[in-house]
């Protein structure tokens, strides 16, 4: 990457910067100008590790010249085409590719432009799938505490993050109750892998269809690994028990893999990592590499086959974006999981984790340090936090880890690593290098 001279941003005032400070940024501005493989440059021309894969996306690394080809070309042939009533082949292409890299059973795939809408089209599915099966009754939609789910109103209402949802108690979904979430770190710290405690806080669901009764509940939706949060690991046997409980009560279980999806755990999807098949699954991110939005919803076959009833020329579902399955996101996409396949990056971080691991576990002592937990190449750090300031101490440990090349994630006082999947050992020394500098800082 050489360094190239920057149009200097005159007004940093009329851009309202989502999920961020804007006044403390704006004082003091982070800018990123160019990204290629591990790293990113900023407009002066430092070299910036990516511990974060972007934002949990970029999984083949940045800048893969086969998307940005395939995208390029993809416009200079046909730029966009309406999805409705309309269709153009790689949208058909792309979902047969990702209908193989599903779990089995997951045969079909709804696009969408994002995490967010992938979940909202999931709850919307939910619904509208037990309503054509003659249930209508089932219309409860179960999320999890600390869970997050995106920012659209029924993402909000099924996660569990309070600030995401405080403000707009009103305008959340009715019928949405809460699992309680698995974070347990009297009985799991410092734990590698998933932790052994915890199975039984899937009996959670009983509760809840005890209260509710199982005929008004439509489906549970959890991530298998949350991440935003502050990468919360499912304790072992946990996912079983929930989807045993959700077979016994007619619920559909609906797997958040926007994070976990495209080899984040070191199977494509982590329903085949944890041997746990869902009846729906979203996902976004790692499905385009991050280089154009794009997310998808992939159902079971039988959930399908439930709305393809009644006369031929019905529409089955009302439901669609102006930009489901936009042509250059399909191509995105198709160059995308093809450079997985060539480099066999979706099960690489099944090879890379023990040395992950090692490495992230290395930070263990270090001040401030009350947990490490880790699976596949996902990581979290947890500090301590200080009082009365809740996530100082990480984002404190964050513009450090700027300031000397390397970009990580916080959520509260949780770092939260996701690097790329094409991560090399030398790029693990220099994360925990930089790291642990600003640690011990
Ligand atoms: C599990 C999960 N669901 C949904 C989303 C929302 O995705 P997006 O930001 O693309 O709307 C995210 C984003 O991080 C996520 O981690």
């Not at 209908?99 to 709804?110: I, M, S, T, W, Y």
């Not at 347990?184 to 052994?196: E, I, Q």
């Amino acid at each position: 990457m050489a360094a190239q001279p920057e149009a200097t941003v005159s007004d940093l005032n009329a851009y309202w910067m989502p999920f961020t400070a804007n006044r403390q940024f704006k004082g003091k501005p982070r800018m990123l100008a160019r990204a290629s493989g591990m790293y990113y440059e900023t407009p002066e021309g430092r070299r910036i590790l990516d511990g974060a894969a972007g934002l949990w996306c970029v999984n083949a690394g940045h800048g893969r010249t086969e998307i940005t080809q395939a995208v390029a070309r993809q416009l200079e042939v046909m730029d966009y085409a309406p999805p409705f009533q309309m269709g153009h082949p790689a949208a058909f292409e792309l979902a047969s590719a990702v209908a193989k890299l599903a779990p089995r059973g997951l045969e079909h795939v709804f696009f969408t432009n994002s995490g967010s809408e992938s979940v909202d089209t999931a709850l919307k599915i939910a619904l509208a799938y037990h309503r054509a099966k003659g249930d209508a009754a089932r219309v409860r939609l179960i999320g999890r505490e600390r869970a997050y789910h995106g920012v659209g109103f029924g993402g909000i209402s099924v996660g569990g993050m309070v600030a995401n949802r405080k403000v707009w108690p009103a305008a959340m979904i009715p019928g949405v109750d809460h699992l309680r979430h698995t974070h347990d770190p009297a009985r799991n710290s410092f734990v590698r892998g998933l932790p052994a405690h915890g199975a039984e806080f899937a009996d959670d669901l009983e509760r809840l269809v005890a209260l509710h009764d199982a005929s008004t509940i439509a489906a549970v939706i959890i991530e298998p690994i949350a991440g935003s949060t502050g990468v919360l690991l499912p304790p072992q046997g946990y996912l079983k028990r929930i989807r045993q409980i959700c077979d016994k009560h007619g619920l559909l279980l609906i797997f958040d893999e926007v994070i976990t999806g495209f080899g984040r755990t070191g199977s494509p999807f982590a329903a085949q990592e944890f041997d746990v098949v869902p009846d729906i699954i979203t996902c976004a991110k790692g499905l385009t590499n991050g280089a154009i939005p794009m997310g998808a919803v992939l159902v079971s076959k039988n959930i399908y086959d439930a709305f393809m009833q009644g006369p031929p020329g019905a529409i089955e579902l009302f439901h669609g974006y102006t930009y489901s399955a936009h042509p250059t996101a399909c191509a995105a996409g198709l160059a995308t999981l093809a450079v997985y396949e060539r480099e066999k990056l979706l099960t690489r971080a099944r090879q890379m984790a023990p040395a992950f691991e090692q490495a992230v576990h290395s930070l263990r002592g270090l001040p401030h340090v009350i947990d490490v937990r880790n699976y596949g190449l996902v990581a979290g750090i947890e500090l301590d936090s200080i009082a009365g300031s809740p996530g100082a101490r990480a984002f404190g440990v964050y513009l450090k880890c700027f300031e000397r090349g390397l970009l990580i994630r916080t959520t509260g006082d949780i770092i939260a690593l996701s690097p790329a999947l094409i991560i090399e050992p030398k790029h693990i020394d220099e994360l925990i290098g930089i790291l642990s500098a600003a640690l011990k800082e």
